[in-house]
């Protein structure tokens, strides 16, 4: 756990002592945390839950059909643009390890990509590394590309760039639940162009994004309960009202709608896989159209407090995550495979 927080501290200062020196938003003050957040998760040896399927994945994986199928079914089918992915690492050089460190290579990329189009980049940079940083450098890593992805279209759609179907397309065959809210690009302008290429993706990949979507909605389904509302949501949905009404004039009417239906969609993302990972998405689109845009004095507060909110409950996550595995093992004997070597506690670099 120690690991962790001298990791979070160095950030925080590596990021804040320049703001003081009055360096606000400049992206050559970003780069070496960067450097820091990528080696911290590529040089990381079987932590975080998925990193044992995906180096399985890596290992097993050849340009072979039967070598695929065999993989693609330990590791659940994974989609075609990660697994093209995956092979041209692997024909790179034959290692896990440096397949893992290619992917934190490739996170980098694409967050370095996002913090040139946002303005508040320091404010953005700390709530990336303090909220998602975790969760999808270190555990849900296909998905954590796909959001990625689309922030980056996203960006590019609203400074009207070109380039936004490139990265939809991308995101789309790295995670199938890109498909979904790829549908929010589409305007009037390029409605028929958007809808048939999208219907071509469908068509092609119906078989895996079929199956893809019927795992997600059987696996982990619960009973719908309305009393699952933990205070973390609360406070969360509580922070972005304060936001929203310090920055009335920036945000509009319609983000108060966006607010309520991301509250809603979290406090439901229990009931199964799908629900969940478009959550991730609502989410992460959601916070960039916020730090896209300059923020005044007392929304920066706000945003300060979310940071560090998000912080504790990452920490606690890590915290706890050795117990609930262990809990999980326990009420599913055959899960310790895949959660073998993962532990959070303590913190191992991949040659300890």
Same mark, same amino acid.
């Given at each position: 756990m120690i690991s962790y927080y001298i990791f979070y501290i160095f950030i925080f200062i590596s990021i804040l002592l320049p703001q003081l020196a009055g360096k606000r938003n400049n992206l050559n003050y970003l780069v070496f945390p960067l450097i820091i957040s990528i080696l911290f998760a590529g040089l990381r040896g079987n932590v975080g839950t998925d990193t044992f399927a995906y180096k399985t994945f890596f290992n097993i994986i050849n340009y072979n059909l039967d070598s695929y199928r065999l993989a693609s079914g330990i590791t659940f089918s994974f989609e075609p643009g990660f697994t093209i992915y995956t092979l041209i690492i692997k024909s790179i050089f034959n290692s896990d390890q440096f397949y893992i460190f290619s992917l934190s290579l490739l996170y980098g990329f694409l967050f370095y990509m996002i913090l040139k189009k946002v303005k508040e980049k320091d404010l953005y940079f700390l709530f990336y590394i303090s909220t998602y940083y975790i969760m999808l450098d270190f555990n849900l890593l296909r998905i954590g590309i796909a959001l990625l992805l689309i922030g980056n279209a996203y960006l590019l759609m609203l400074n009207k760039e070109k380039g936004v179907l490139s990265y939809l397309f991308l995101a789309i065959f790295t995670h199938y639940t890109s498909l979904i809210v790829s549908f929010s690009f589409i305007n009037k302008?390029? =409605?028929f162009l958007y809808l048939f290429l999208f219907a071509i993706i469908f068509l092609i990949a119906f078989s895996f994004i079929y199956t893809k979507f019927l795992t997600y909605l059987q696996v982990q389904t619960a009973v719908l309960d309305l009393s699952k509302i933990n205070n973390g949501l609360i406070i969360e949905f509580?922070?972005?009202?304060?936001l929203f009404n310090k920055n009335k004039d920036i945000y509009g009417r319609k983000f108060f709608i966006i607010i309520l239906m991301y509250f809603i969609f979290k406090w439901f993302n229990y009931l199964n896989d799908f629900i969940d990972r478009f959550t991730y998405i609502f989410g992460f689109i959601l916070y960039l159209y916020i730090?896209?845009?300059?923020?005044?004095?007392k929304a920066k507060y706000v945003i300060y407090m979310l940071i560090f909110f998000n912080l504790y409950r990452t920490l606690m996550f890590i915290n706890y995550s050795d117990a609930a595995m262990a809990k999980l093992n326990?009420?599913?004997?055959?899960?310790?495979?895949? =959660?073998?070597q993962t532990s959070y506690l303590p913190y191992k670099f991949f040659w300890e």
């Open positions: 302008k390029n =409605f509580s922070l972005l009202l304060f730090f896209r845009e300059k923020q005044s004095v326990l009420q599913q004997p055959g899960s310790n495979l895949l =959660f073998s």
